[in-house]
């Protein structure tokens, strides 16, 4: 645990939502409790949904989708353990709720992870294997054109890599949707759930979240069968 007391936040914060422009019926979470989780929130309000900054337990019911931010994954999983949030966001994805992590989400949501610190909090749900910060440090950050698969492979999507982990493998659930020209893969893809090595919230190309919404509308419409 961090140095100190941490204490959850008000019950106000848990509920803030923003009011979407109508039609999509869709209301999708984005975890809030450290990293880059304003920027997803900005580029989901544009894009219709309603969203929901997720800090409490509660604030996980009536979802339709949840995203794990980047940021520091060691940070992120003792806030998730702290404030009671871990075994119920484990319990919701592992029930079907359709999920994206970016960079550190993409580490909490991996099943192996290298170099994390003993006794890290993880959600461990995702047939794969994840290397931290295997990219450097921050100065090392780069900018490069990536084909993702599922997405439209005549327009490249601008993929920004700051500290990023590498996905080192894919187990036999999940599915390498996207690679470096060395082969690297930087993301995949299990039935609803992403991961992704990069940030796609950095860019000002919104292809990535509009397909998130589209994986959590179809299931949403599985749902109701």
């Known amino acids: 645990m961090p140095t100190g007391t941490i204490n959850p936040p008000s019950s106000q914060l848990g509920w803030r939502e923003t009011s979407s422009q109508p039609g999509t019926g869709l209301t999708i979470g984005v975890l809030a409790m450290q990293g880059a989780f304003v920027e997803h929130l900005r580029i989901l309000t544009k894009l219709g949904a309603t969203v929901r900054e997720v800090r409490l337990p509660h604030d996980l019911e009536g979802l339709d989708g949840i995203i794990l931010p980047g940021g520091e994954s060691t940070t992120i999983g003792k806030l998730l353990e702290a404030w009671?949030?871990?075994?119920?966001?484990?319990?919701?994805?592992?029930?079907?709720?359709?999920?994206?992590?970016?960079?550190?989400?993409?580490?909490?949501?991996?099943?192996?992870?290298?170099?994390?610190?003993?006794?890290?909090?993880?959600l461990s749900v995702m047939d794969i294997s994840i290397r931290r910060n295997a990219f450097g440090r921050q100065v090392q950050s780069f900018e490069t054109d990536l084909i993702i698969e599922g997405m439209d492979k005549d327009v490249p999507f601008p993929a920004m890599f700051i500290r990023a982990p590498k996905i080192e493998s894919v187990g036999p659930d999940a599915t390498a949707i996207a690679t470096l020209d060395d082969g690297t893969i930087v993301a995949a893809r299990q039935g609803t759930w992403l991961a992704t090595s990069f940030h796609p919230e950095l860019t000002s190309d919104p292809r990535f979240h509009a397909w998130f919404l589209d994986i959590a509308r179809a299931n949403l419409g599985q749902s109701s069968l």
Do not use: E
């Open 84 to 122: 009671g949030v871990l075994m119920p966001l484990r319990s919701a994805i592992a029930q079907g709720l359709p999920c994206w992590g970016t960079c550190a989400g993409a580490i909490l949501m991996a099943r192996d992870v290298s170099d994390t610190l003993p006794g890290q909090p993880l």
